[in-house]
Nanobody, 122 residues
Framework: QVQLVESGGGLVQPGGSLRLSCAAS????????MGWYRRAPGKQRELVAG???????KYADSVKGRFTISRDNAKNTVYLQMNSLKPDDTAVYYC????????????????WGQGTQVTVSS
């Protein structure tokens, strides 16, 4: 059974940083494109960042230059480093996995984590 388990969320002040992690199990991780999505209250889910199997990345315009997605295939884990956080970044962040063989991120796929809450507030 595929499992994606997110961690690292919490409460942070504006301008602060957090690093989210998503550990995957029961998949051949290196064959999966991985993505981070978020849903803020009253808003639709949106792509935050994605990373293809070969390492190419894709970011939402709102997070470019502040967030960095990376993956460690040896640890079956994808990360989202979030810097210069803003109140508008407050949301539940979800990890996603999609079996993929294309060079660019083309998610989302069928597998989702349970989500981790990120709250940016003073």
């Amino acid at each position: 059974q595929v499992q994606l388990v997110e961690s690292g969320g919490g409460l942070v002040q504006p301008g602060g940083s957090l690093r989210l992690s998503c550990a995957a199990s029961a998949i051949i991780f290196r064959f999966y494109a991985m993505g981070w999505y978020r849903r803020a209250p009253g808003k639709q889910r949106e792509l935050v960042a994605g990373i293809a199997t070969g390492g190419s990345t894709k970011y939402a315009d709102s997070v470019k230059g502040r967030f960095t997605i990376s993956r460690d295939n040896a640890k079956n884990t994808v990360y989202l480093q979030m810097n210069s956080l803003k109140p508008d970044d407050t949301a539940v962040y979800y990890c996603n996995a999609k079996w993929s063989y294309v060079s660019d991120y083309d998610g989302p796929g069928d597998y989702w984590g349970q989500g981790t809450q990120v709250t940016v507030s003073s």
